[in-house]
């Protein structure tokens, strides 16, 4: 029985003690200007990457990404996201002082759904700079930002030039 105490409490509780203490006394680094640590990145992408799964598993893009969807989604993608996440036709240009990294989407793309991708541009991502841009746009609106982020590097042929058109 002794063993199984020593084994329970080395096991169950003192890894989640420490680590309570490990934040608690401040030996977690919280500079924005610092990479943070391989293992903090990706436990937080991995949180969000899930939370962003399970809170879209039921939504349902209405009707298809058009070509017109995919252009009024680019045109509000240069107009509101591109100064944070990349412009369409301009070469690679991430800012690495700011923390966390902004995803530049037309070089990278992304391997999030238009669900998923509506969520996000909607609600935002808590303790990230993605704000929540719902009240914003409307329904359709972010739709179509949707639709065009997740073809954003695999555009129909034209789509870009009519984006990217002066009026």
Same mark, same amino acid.
């Given at each position: 029985?002794?063993?199984?105490?020593?084994?329970?409490l080395?096991a169950?509780?003192?890894p989640p003690?420490?680590?309570f203490?490990f934040?608690?006394?401040?030996?977690?680094d919280?500079?924005a200007?610092?990479?943070p640590?391989?293992?903090?990145?990706r436990v937080?992408?991995?949180? =969000?990457? %899930?939370?962003?799964?399970?809170? +879209?598993?039921?939504?349902?893009?209405?009707g298809?990404?058009t /070509? @017109?969807r995919l252009v009024r989604?680019?045109k509000?993608f240069?107009?509101g996201?591109?100064?944070?996440?990349?412009?369409?036709g301009?070469?690679?240009?991430?800012?690495h002082t700011?923390?966390?990294?902004?995803?530049q989407?037309?070089?990278?793309?992304?391997?999030?759904?238009e669900?998923?991708?509506y969520?996000v =541009?909607? %609600?935002?991502v808590r303790?990230? +700079?993605?704000?929540?841009?719902g009240?914003?746009?409307?329904e /359709? @609106?972010?739709?179509?930002?949707?639709?065009f982020v997740r073809?954003?590097r695999?555009?129909?042929?034209?789509?870009?030039e009519?984006i990217?058109?002066?009026?």
């Open positions: 029985m002794k063993s199984f105490l020593t084994g329970f080395v169950i509780v003192i003690v420490l680590v203490l934040f608690r006394l401040g030996f977690a919280a500079q200007d610092v990479r640590p391989t293992w903090e990145s937080l992408f991995a949180a =969000v990457h %899930h939370s962003v799964a399970r809170q +879209a598993a039921g939504i349902v893009m209405p298809a990404a /070509e @017109e989604g680019g509000l240069m107009n996201c591109a100064g944070c996440h990349g412009e369409l301009k070469p690679f240009g991430e800012d700011n923390y966390p990294r902004v995803p989407l037309p070089h990278i793309g992304t391997q999030y759904t669900p998923q991708i969520l =541009v909607k %609600h935002g303790m990230t +700079a993605m704000s929540a841009y009240r914003f746009y409307s /359709e @609106e972010l739709w179509s930002i949707a639709a073809q954003i695999n555009l129909p042929v034209g789509v870009q009519r990217l058109a002066k009026p």
